[in-house]
């Protein structure tokens, strides 16, 4: 399987904010494209009340513009 999602990255302004340990916006990150060639796991995050969806890859968490259900039908539908 390979999906191309969006995924947010931190920008200067949230990356200091976390070596802070001060809360930060996710629409204050960066938006960049990745490509998963393995999922393992998808589950709802919900930051400031928009829901977007965790997805979890070999140990690892990336946060995607999309919410859950979007990114289940994608997976699905790649899957077929």
């Not at 920008?11 to 809360?23: F, H, I, M, Q, V």
């Not at 928009?50 to 990114?71: L, M, P, R």
């Amino acid at each position: 399987m390979e999906l191309e999602l969006q995924i947010f990255h931190h920008s200067d302004k949230t990356y200091e904010a976390k070596k802070l340990g001060l809360d930060y916006n996710l629409r204050d990150s960066e938006i960049r494209s990745m490509t998963f060639y393995n999922i393992n796991a998808i589950i709802t995050y919900i930051d400031n009340g928009i829901e977007y969806c965790s997805i979890h890859t070999n140990n690892s968490e990336y946060i995607c513009v999309e919410n859950y259900e979007i990114i289940k039908d994608l997976i699905k539908n790649k899957l077929l």
